[in-house]
């Protein structure tokens, strides 16, 4: 998608600060953190939202999840706390139309919904 | 886990609604619903947090992601929108220690932390 800011992420064209990276994933600080860590995990494939995942893709969503799992470990949140969430259209507050996963913590966080 | 809420709504034990049911998961209402629509999957095996998959899970993970997904359809949330989120321990909010994803949707969401 030519005018998608997360595949320029992924493409390299814009610049982020990476986490993680291989073939089909890609893990990067979000540049508005909530949290103390708040890092988004997207695969490099453009899904636009989490309707659009179908069985094809039950191993990558299954990597972004334990992904979410090892990143909470290396920043030293998973005991304290901290919550993997994906927001879809608008009632979800999805403000960026790539399919990507927060891991948030580093505080006690608010409310879920 | 003898003890474990979730393990006994898994074994019948508890009383729960059921939304989907197969070898590995299962989907109910949750009894204190946060928005319209508010379901739980979970896994039948017992893991307590985000913190124990492994490698193993991944398939389980996957399968978790696309059933929350199915189910925002199926109520009829997909398109106006939804979160699928899980809490990992105090930080996080997490309540009931057995693996639980929410689905949550049916009106305009909150802040996600």
């Known amino acids: 998608m030519s005018d998608c800011i997360f595949c320029k992420i992924a493409d390299g064209e814009i610049p982020a600060t990476v986490v993680f ?13 909530r949290a103390p860590v708040h890092v988004l995990i997207i695969p490099k494939e453009h899904l636009s939202t989490m309707n659009d995942p179908g069985p094809e893709h039950e191993t990558l969503l299954g990597r972004m999840m334990l992904l979410a799992s090892r990143i909470a470990k290396e920043r030293g949140v998973s005991e304290g706390g901290y919550r993997v969430l994906v927001n879809c259209n608008a009632d979800g507050g999805q403000e960026v139309f790539h399919l990507h996963m927060h891991v948030i913590g580093g505080r006690r966080l608010g409310p879920m919904a």
Chains 1, 2 share one sequence.
């Open 21 to 33: 990276e291989d073939d089909e994933l890609l893990a990067f600080e979000d540049v508005n953190p």
